[in-house]
């Protein structure tokens, strides 16, 4: 399998969160989609009673993620999955390092960190392991967080670290089964700050209450006054936006895979801003954006100049 889409992410459920329009819209055009995922979220917080007795045996809730993570990627069209510790040389197991939220759409380090915690493994252990994956694949575009990971989360951060040096990796070395490959097109999930405010504003408005109902009351809205996430940039720094409306259905199937980290999943009509929304285990209601948005890596082509074309629903911001 050649050419097409290879998405590095930390967790089960980052990649329907971050990058599920265009893991969707790539899938649905015909062209070959690979997920990384680099841990099985063993440290996640659960959401409900019924899966309340998976928090803290790291095993199960290791093995259940996996199965929601199956079923996500089935309703994204997505059928190329493998963990980031199958590809690594030696034996390893990288496991969730965990988080704390430090506010609204902000998280850091845990207090208590696993010993084998993919925020501190070896990097150069595990950007080999991804660049073995790159060789393999030969993907024309690889995605993955910006440098701050989205929101802080540690795994995230790390695994923008091992994208980036297992980007360089591919393209130097060759290895027993392939040769080195260069990606021409780097993407970091990102969201344009005034979009963020749109969705915000809407978040408040009647087409959201309409599509929740009494559940509503369990969930706040995001204070518009908290520090932003670090996925959150000046608009102009958007180079890519993928139109959510037409996957939509496929999108929010996946988020509802994910039932033991996300909560509340629901349609919305009538507005510009969002076309659904959710809730993570902070009950704090978030937008399915209208529209999902990527600015180029250090160092990536403009997929113009790589000559890489993008599916339709994919658009360059002139």
Known sequence: MTGGLLAVHAHPDDESLATGA??????ASGRPVTVVTATRGER?????????HLE???????????????????????HDHGFLDEAVAVDARYEDSG???????RAGAADD?????????????????????????RPQVVVTYEPGGGYGHPDHVRAHEVTSLALELAAREDDVHSPAHTVPVVL?????????????????????????GRSIADLTLPDPAAEPPTM????????????????RDRVL???????????????VEGEDALVGCYALSNDVLAAVPAAEAYRYGLGSLRAEDAGVAWPAGVHPVA
């Open 232 to 247: 959150a940039v000046l608009d102009d720094e958007v180079d890519v936006l993928v139109e959510v409306g037409p996957v």
């Open 99 to 105: 988080m704390a939220w430090l506010g609204t759409g």
């Open 44 to 52: 996640g917080e659960v959401i409900g009673a019924r899966w309340k």
């Open 113 to 137: 960190v696993p010993p084998d915690a993919f925020a501190f493994a070896p990097l150069e252990a595990a950007a080999d392991a991804l660049a073995r994956v790159l060789r393999s694949r």
């Open 22 to 27: 265009l893991l969707a819209t790539w899938a």
């Open 253 to 267: 199937a996946a988020l509802r895979a994910h039932a033991t980290q996300v909560q509340a999943v629901r349609a």
């Open 188 to 212: 970091w999930s990102v969201v344009g700050r005034s979009a963020l405010r749109r969705a915000h504003v809407a978040l408040g408005g009647d087409a959201v209450l309409a599509a929740l």
């Open 56 to 78: 803290g045996d790291g095993g199960a809730l290791a093995e259940h993620r996996e199965g929601e993570l199956a079923a996500a990627l089935r309703a994204l069209g997505v």
